[in-house]
C-alpha cells in the first residue's frame, strides 16, 4: 500500500516541484514503484518528468471533476522510470469547477483509492496557494514534506504553514502527518543560511531532514532535457543529494514500522 506524500508550501519558488521529480526519480531508482502526481496547473513537474504538457490527453483535470479512472488519467511514458498525473493549464479550470461539487475536497482521496496498491509511494506536486488543489492533496496524503529556503522571513512563512496544515488536517483528515522539512537551494557559505537553519533545527528536530539540497545549477538545468538530474548528471551534487534524502525517508520509515511493531 502506497505512502502518500505531498510536496506543499504555499510559497512559491522554494523547491517543491524540483523535489517531486528527483524525490520520485530517486525513489525510483531504489527500485520502489512510484506514481508523481502533478497539482500545480503550471504544469512543471509534467515536463520536468519528460511529458509534453500540451499533448497530454488526460491530466488532474479529469481525475478531480471529471471524476475518470486514475488507471486511464495516468502516464506511463516518462523518463524519469515513474508513473505520472499530468498537469497543465486545464487544472486550473478544476479549482473553479470543483467549488460546485460533491465531497470536493476529497476528490483526489477517492480517485486513488483503486490504484493505492499498485504503488509504494505517491507524491503529489502542489500547487503555490493554498486553493482546493492543495486542500486535495493534504486531503488524500498521509504525511506532507515541506521544502523551505533557509531566509529571514522562512520561520514565519514556516510557523503559519504548520498551523494552515493543522487546522485543514483536523476538518479532511485528522491523520495527517508532518513527515518533514527540508532545506533547499542551501548555500553553506551564506552566513543567515547557517543561522536558519540552525533555528529551524531548534525548533523543529528532528522533523527537518538531515539531507541538505544544495544550490546546484544541474537541478536548474534538467527540466529542460524533460529529465530527473540524476539521468541528465548522475554525479551532479544534486543528484547526489536526492538520492540521500530517499534513502533518508526509507530508513526514517522502516524505523517507524519497527516501532510499531514492538508497541503492539
Ligand atoms: P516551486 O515548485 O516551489 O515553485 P521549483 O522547484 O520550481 O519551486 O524551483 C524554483 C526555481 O529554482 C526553478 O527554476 C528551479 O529550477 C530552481 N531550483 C530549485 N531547486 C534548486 C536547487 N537546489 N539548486 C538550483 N536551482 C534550484
Ligand atoms: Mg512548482
Do not use: W
Not at 502526481?37 to 509534453?52: E, R
Not at 515541506?146 to 529571514?152: A, F, H, L
Not at 527537518?208 to 538545468?221: D, F, G, K, M, Q
Request: net charge negative.
Amino acid at each position: 500500500m502506497a505512502k502518500i506524500i505531498a510536496i506543499a508550501n504555499q510559497k512559491g519558488g522554494v523547491g517543491k516541484t524540483t523535489t517531486s521529480i528527483n524525490l520520485a526519480a530517486s525513489m525510483a531508482a531504489t527500485r520502489r514503484r512510484v506514481l508523481l502526481i502533478d497539482l500545480d496547473p503550471q504544469g512543471n513537474a509534467t515536463m520536468g518528468s519528460g511529458v509534453d504538457k500540451y499533448a497530454v490527453e488526460r491530466t488532474a483535470y479529469d481525475l478531480l471533476v471529471d471524476q475518470c479512472p486514475a488507471a486511464e488519467v495516468i502516464e506511463t511514458d516518462t523518463s524519469g522510470k515513474f508513473h505520472l498525473v499530468a498537469a497543465n493549464g486545464d487544472v486550473t479550470a478544476a479549482e473553479i469547477k470543483l467549488m460546485e461539487v460533491f465531497a470536493r475536497e476529497v476528490r483526489l482521496r477517492n480517485a486513488l483509492e483503486p490504484v493505492r496498491d499498485q504503488y509504494d509511494y505517491i507524491f503529489i506536486d502542489c500547487p503555490p496557494s493554498l486553493n482546493l488543489l492543495t486542500v486535495n492533496a493534504l486531503a488524500a496524503a498521509d504525511a506532507v514534506v515541506i521544502p523551505m529556503q533557509c531566509e529571514y522571513y522562512a520561520l514565519e512563512g514556516l510557523t503559519a504553514l504548520m498551523d494552515t496544515i493543522g487546522q485543514l488536517a483536523q476538518l479532511v483528515n485528522p491523520k495527517l502527518e508532518i513527515e518533514g522539512i527540508l532545506r533547499t537551494m542551501y548555500d553553506p557559505r551564506n552566513r543567515l543560511a547557517n543561522d536558519v537553519s540552525d533555528q529551524l533545527k531548534q525548533h523543529f528536530a528532528d522533523k527537518v531532514y538531515r539531507t541538505v539540497i544544495p544550490r546546484n545549477v544541474r537541478l536548474a538545468e534538467a527540466p529542460s532535457f524533460g529529465a530527473p538530474a540524476m539521468y541528465y548528471d548522475k554525479s551532479s551534487a544534486g543528484a547526489k543529494a536526492y538520492l540521500a534524502l530517499a534513502g533518508e525517508m526509507l530508513r526514517r520509515q522502516e524505523s517507524a514500522q519497527i516501532t510499531s511493531l514492538e508497541t503492539e
